[in-house]
């Protein structure tokens, strides 16, 4: 057992995960001390600031401090063995602490937003389920272990099928949630049982290193890059035979699995059923971040673990994989464009907005190139928050009409000018138009298809963001001009709703009139930290 002194900064990779579970936990029996829903509140927006402050941290430090650098924390002080069989660990490159922050900063802008939007009764539990997802997506984000990864899709899984159910009076809301629950629970099962696959067919195969047998068998996600690696060394790996056939059958099982996670087609059938259903601050997470769970995981999977491999099995069922991704994603965005023409549900509407735009991160991923790398990863970022900004507008204009068809939302802007400013920005940017963040991120994806030479994919993301811009013009025409066709409901958002879509509207905004340099001075680190996966394992077994 190797001995390893962890800089002082390794430790806010545990803590950005152990703050929100212990929020969570708190909560209640808060509530049950006090009857205090004005602390509870204030408990909630505590843990969800102090996770965002500290993921912003590990941000900062990865990316300018310590460039290059992966943050490695060794839960329970149990450094990993040699042959790498115990211990859990958090490893975070870039790209794992900017998925963190990102979860963060959108849980502590929804925390914010249902101060005014979450009505009395059952608080204390709401946040609890909120803290909680917070908890597993900053597990997902930060773990290097592939066995914990399946333990933190539960617990974000559990958290969100709760959260679908909040209002658990309506029978929609409900039959949402267990149709999400019993989807995400056989995709969790699927993947469980690829766990147990990879690591039982790896344990057949072995490396020696003087005169020690070490088996391949692992779950730490650098222990199976190390797999895949010496399988390429002629000679070095005993049972080398084995190797092959359990990298493609874990990859083909964990690739449906995360595409389910990701609603591509054709696993998208839960998304637009679950997310309208959800209250408006939990709609803004699933849609903004939790689904972006399935690409990171891929992501991860792919371009950590199999494609540093230089064994042509490997190498050959890397290859199909990526060609999975990019036919899924093409069908992702011309279907979901399809079904944005034909809704009158706003909530629904944005939905299957969510299936187009995961549909273009997974035709990026698919290039296998940098330029595809950087592009998909600097669209997860504005697509995050340009979606819960229109979720979060979306909510105030359904709050003040009372209603969530299209039509019931005419003349919304009369009432109230900032849940029309927060929709009409969000979906301009959405659709792709100039100077807004999905437009950069739009530009980027298509010349990464373009230097792919895949002229198909350039032309699917132009199609189908002309549809998405049809639906969107008549949401934004009855919000706008069209006169109110009845009474409003009599309820006015909040400031503390008002202050999170003007927030999100400027930073919308700010996403696309500085991405020279926020990709120059940040999707660019992150893209090259995953093309370097060398890094990823040295510092998990070397220090």
Same mark, same amino acid.
Not at 61 to 73: F, I, K, S, T
Not at 329 to 335: F, R
Not at 478 to 485: D, G, S, Y
Not at 500 to 528: D, E, K, Q, T
């Given at each position: 057992?190797?001995?390893?002194?962890?800089?002082?900064?390794?430790?806010?990779? =545990?803590?950005?995960?152990?703050?929100?579970?212990?929020?969570?936990?708190?909560?209640?029996?808060?509530?049950?001390?006090?009857?205090?829903?004005?602390?509870?509140?204030?408990? *909630?927006?505590?843990?969800? +600031?102090?996770?965002?402050?500290? $993921? *912003?941290?590990?941000?900062?430090?990865?990316?300018?401090?310590?460039?290059?650098?992966? $943050?490695?924390?060794?839960?329970? =002080?149990?450094?990993?063995?040699?042959?790498?069989?115990?211990? %859990?660990?958090?490893?975070?490159?870039?790209?794992?602490?900017?998925?963190?922050?990102?979860?963060?900063?959108?849980? @502590?802008?929804?925390?914010?937003?249902?101060?005014?939007? !979450?009505?009395?009764?059952?608080?204390?539990?709401?946040?609890?389920?909120?803290?909680?997802?917070?908890?597993?997506?900053?597990?997902?984000?930060?773990?290097?272990?592939?066995?914990?990864?399946?333990?933190?899709?539960?617990?974000?899984?559990?958290?969100?099928?709760?959260?679908?159910?909040?209002?658990?009076?309506?029978?929609?809301?409900?039959? +949402?949630?267990?149709?999400?629950?019993?989807?995400?629970? %056989?995709?969790?099962?699927?993947? @469980?049982?690829?766990?147990?696959?990879?690591?039982?067919?790896?344990?057949?195969?072995?490396?020696?290193?003087?005169?020690?047998? !070490?088996?391949?068998?692992?779950? /730490?996600?650098?222990?199976?890059?190390?797999?895949?690696?010496?399988?390429?060394?002629?000679?070095?790996?005993?049972?080398?035979?084995?190797? $092959?056939?359990?990298?493609?059958?874990?990859?083909?099982?964990?690739?449906?699995?995360?595409?389910?996670?990701?609603?591509?087609?054709? /696993?998208?059938?839960?998304?637009?059923?679950?997310?309208?259903?959800?209250?408006?601050?939990?709609?803004?997470?699933?849609?903004?971040?939790?689904? #972006?769970?399935?690409?990171?995981?891929?992501?991860?999977?792919?371009?950590?673990?199999?494609?540093?491999?230089?064994?042509?099995?490997?190498?050959?069922?890397?290859?199909?994989?990526?060609?999975?991704?990019?036919?899924?994603?093409?069908?992702?965005?011309?279907?979901?464009?399809?079904?944005?023409?034909?809704?009158?549900?706003?909530?629904?509407?944005?939905?299957?907005?969510?299936?187009?735009?995961?549909?273009? &991160?997974?035709?990026?991923?698919?290039?296998?190139?940098?330029?595809?790398?950087?592009?998909?990863?600097?669209?997860?970022?504005?697509?995050?928050?340009?979606?819960?900004?229109?979720?979060?507008?979306?909510?105030?204009?359904?709050?003040? +009409?009372?209603?969530?068809?299209?039509?019931?939302?005419?003349?919304?802007?009369?009432?109230?000018?900032?849940?029309?400013? =927060?929709?009409?920005?969000?979906?301009?940017?959405?659709?792709?138009?100039?100077?807004?963040?999905? @437009?950069?991120?739009?530009?980027?994806?298509?010349?990464?298809?373009?230097?792919?030479?895949?002229?198909?994919?350039?032309?699917?993301?132009?199609?189908?963001?002309?549809?998405?811009?049809?639906?969107?013009? #008549?949401?934004?025409?009855?919000?706008?001009?069209?006169?109110?066709?009845?009474?409003?409901?009599?309820?006015?958002?909040?400031?503390?709703?008002?202050?999170?879509?003007?927030?999100?509207?400027?930073?919308?905004?700010?996403?696309?009139?500085?991405?020279?340099?926020?990709?120059?001075? &940040?999707?660019?680190?992150?893209?090259?930290?995953?093309?370097?996966?060398?890094?990823?394992?040295?510092?998990?077994?070397? =220090?």
């Amino acid at each position: 057992m190797r001995v390893m002194v962890l800089a002082w900064w390794s430790f806010l990779v =545990g803590l950005a995960s152990t703050l929100p579970i212990t929020g969570a936990f708190s909560t209640p029996l808060l509530w049950v001390a006090t009857r205090s829903r004005r602390l509870v509140r204030a408990w *909630a927006v505590f843990f969800a +600031a102090a996770t965002m402050l500290v $993921a *912003a941290a590990n941000l900062y430090h990865l990316l300018y401090v310590e460039p290059g650098r992966v $943050a490695v924390y060794y839960f329970g =002080g149990w450094v990993l063995a040699t042959n790498y069989q115990v211990g %859990i660990v958090y490893t975070v490159d870039a790209l794992s602490a900017l998925m963190g922050f990102l979860a963060a900063a959108l849980v @502590f802008a929804a925390t914010l937003y249902s101060l005014e939007y !979450i009505g009395e009764g059952g608080e204390e539990w709401y946040y609890t389920l909120l803290l909680g997802l917070l908890a597993g997506l900053m597990g997902v984000f930060y773990t290097g272990d592939a066995f914990n990864l399946f333990v933190m899709l539960e617990v974000v899984g559990v958290s969100a099928y709760s959260l679908v159910a909040y209002y658990r009076g309506d029978g929609r809301a409900v039959e +949402a949630a267990l149709k999400y629950a019993f989807v995400g629970s %056989i995709a969790t099962t699927v993947y @469980f049982i690829s766990l147990v696959i990879v690591y039982y067919g790896l344990s057949s195969a072995y490396i020696v290193v003087e005169g020690e047998r !070490i088996p391949l068998g692992t779950l /730490n996600i650098a222990g199976l890059q190390f797999a895949c690696r010496v399988a390429g060394i002629e000679g070095a790996v005993h049972g080398l035979n084995i190797v $092959a056939p359990v990298a493609a059958v874990f990859i083909s099982m964990a690739v449906w699995v995360f595409m389910t996670k990701a609603a591509l087609f054709p /696993n998208h059938f839960w998304l637009p059923d679950a997310h309208p259903a959800a209250p408006s601050p939990v709609s803004a997470l699933l849609s903004g971040v939790v689904v #972006k769970t399935g690409l990171y995981s891929l992501i991860r999977f792919i371009y950590t673990v199999y494609m540093p491999s230089r064994y042509a099995p490997v190498a050959e069922v890397t290859g199909v994989v990526l060609g999975v991704l990019v036919v899924a994603g093409a069908l992702s965005s011309l279907v979901a464009g399809f079904m944005m023409l034909v809704q009158d549900d706003v909530k629904r509407l944005i939905a299957y907005s969510t299936v187009m735009h995961m549909g273009y &991160v997974a035709m990026a991923v698919g290039l296998g190139t940098r330029m595809g790398l950087e592009a998909a990863v600097y669209h997860m970022v504005t697509h995050a928050v340009g979606k819960a900004l229109f979720f979060f507008s979306a909510g105030m204009a359904i709050m003040v +009409a009372g209603s969530r068809s299209i039509d019931g939302l005419s003349g919304v802007a009369e009432e109230s000018p900032v849940a029309a400013l =927060g929709v009409v920005v969000a979906a301009l940017g959405l659709a792709g138009a100039f100077p807004l963040g999905c @437009f950069s991120s739009k530009l980027l994806l298509y010349l990464a298809f373009v230097e792919r030479g895949a002229v198909l994919l350039a032309i699917v993301l132009i199609a189908s963001s002309a549809m998405a811009f049809a639906a969107y013009s #008549k949401l934004v025409y009855a919000l706008v001009f069209k006169r109110p066709r009845g009474g409003f409901s009599g309820r006015r958002p909040g400031s503390w709703m008002r202050i999170v879509v003007l927030s999100f509207s400027a930073l919308f905004v700010a996403l696309g009139v500085f991405a020279p340099y926020i990709v120059g001075g &940040v999707v660019s680190p992150v893209a090259a930290a995953v093309l370097s996966p060398e890094s990823y394992y040295r510092a998990v077994f070397m =220090g």
